[in-house]
């Protein structure tokens, strides 16, 4: 009868009191991986070096809204235009340059090089008094548009940003633990583990112009899987790259059995 008991005793699960004095079984217990440190890495789309576009289209909104005159176009719709071709050529030369700058790439030296080029020719034009003549040859240059294409167009391209960055950027993502990198997934509950020990972590050279400038310190990164079958992951365009490197290194250096003692 005893032993019985014994055995009846042993296949219940223990209780353990909780801090203020109620039962508390193991099952109520957190799950150890809950409390292992994590960072997760998000792959943005390059739509996000377009914010330059997206305000520069807002403040000119704003100041033909506030400094342009009335025009009566056909139907009797009343339109406010800036009287000056500045404002759209400022738009004009934001949106082409953005576009310059998300399509080519130049890394490392070569995005200096360029910038200092550019510049480079600019200075010597004007002091050759060459601007002025480059500025005749097309004489009719005359760029205008009304408030309600600038903001539109502003618009429209916000919450395209927004729901890129908050949304699609963020069905697939990499979560780094100690000893453990995995690839996950929101559609499908798709997820694919890789051991962190002996994995190459780098990051690519720079271009200024993308990362530095209009990524306000972003980067492109790229895993390199250990062991008989190696597998390289590339993570681009990753926001604050440089203290994403920094706590995945630490993390990869912790050995999961560090976490137990």
């Known amino acids: 009868m005893a032993e ?5 005793n042993e296949q219940q699960p223990r209780e353990m009191p909780d801090l203020d004095g109620s039962p508390q079984t193991a099952d109520d217990l957190p799950s150890p991986d809950d409390s292992l440190p994590e960072v997760i890495i998000y792959s943005h789309s390059g739509l996000i070096y377009w914010w330059p576009v997206c305000v520069t289209g807002f403040v000119c909104g704003l100041i033909t809204y506030a400094a342009g005159r009335p025009f009566t ?3 009797g719709e009343t339109l406010y235009v800036y009287p000056g071709t500045g404002l759209g ?7 082409l ?14 995005s200096v090089v360029a910038l200092l080029t550019v510049g480079l020719i600019t200075v010597t034009l004007a002091w050759a008094g060459l601007l002025d003549d480059l500025a005749r040859i ?3 240059l005359s760029v205008h ?7 539109a167009t502003s618009i429209s391209l916000a919450v395209i940003l927004l729901a890129t960055f908050f949304y699609f950027d963020r069905l697939t993502y990499r979560r780094v633990r100690p000893g453990q990198l995995t690839e996950e997934k929101w ?7 890789f051991d962190a020990r002996g994995m190459l972590f780098e990051k690519h050279g720079e271009d200024f112009m993308r990362h530095k400038i209009l990524g306000f310190g972003s980067g492109d990164l790229r895993l390199t899987t250990a062991g008989a079958k190696k597998r390289t992951i590339s993570i681009p365009d990753v926001l604050f790259v440089d203290k994403t490197v ?6 990869i250096a912790i050995e999961p059995t560090d976490l137990l003692n």
């Open 4 to 8: 019985d008991n014994l055995l009846r």
């Open 73 to 75: 176009a056909e139907g």
């Open 89 to 95: 050529l400022t738009y004009i030369t934001v949106f």
């Open 97 to 110: 340059l953005t576009l310059l700058i998300t399509s080519a790439r130049l890394r490392g030296i070569y």
């Open 138 to 140: 097309i004489p009719q």
């Open 145 to 151: 548009m009304n408030a309600g294409f600038y903001m």
């Open 187 to 193: 559609i499908g509950d798709g997820a694919e583990s």
């Open 246 to 251: 920094s706590d995945v290194q630490r993390l």
